[in-house]
């Protein structure tokens, strides 16, 4: 008689150790959701730019003339994540439209990047950093012109 296919089956973050949890993701009685930090990273982008006055950084120097290789195109904040097991940490790089009170509204970057990282992900959110590198004077966003 055959094994079930189930208890054949080897799962990878159990070969060569097989009491080692996977790198990162979610431990359920039916198996690992690994969430990799680019995952992570698009969710904190977006949410950060969700926020009222807060946009991505605009390239300037040298990053603005090879911004098809290196810059967000789609309007997202820059991100990196670290990604745990259960937790995560978020680094967030965003615009402030001037004259919005900086301090303030990093503090609802921050919730909103918490926030919609453990809604969408289940993971908990240790820290989000907020670096401001830029303060626009108006909205970054070009509106097309209508003739």
Sequence with gaps: ???????????????GAPDTPPPS???SDKGYTSIAPAVVEKIAGRAATEV??????????????????????????DADARVGAERTAVAVTVSV?????????????????????????GLQVSSVDVTVAQLPATDPVKHRRVE
């Design 1 to 15: 008689m055959t094994a079930p296919v189930a208890e054949s089956v080897e799962r990878p973050a159990e070969a």
């Design 52 to 77: 009222d006055g807060v946009a991505n950084v605009a390239p300037a120097g040298l990053r603005r003339f090879l911004s098809s290789t290196t810059a967000s195109t789609d309007g997202m904040a």
């Design 97 to 121: 439209r001037y004259p919005l009170p900086v301090r303030s509204t990093s503090e609802q970057v921050r919730s909103a990047v918490a926030h919609r990282v453990h809604e969408l992900t």
């Design 25 to 27: 993701g979610l431990q």
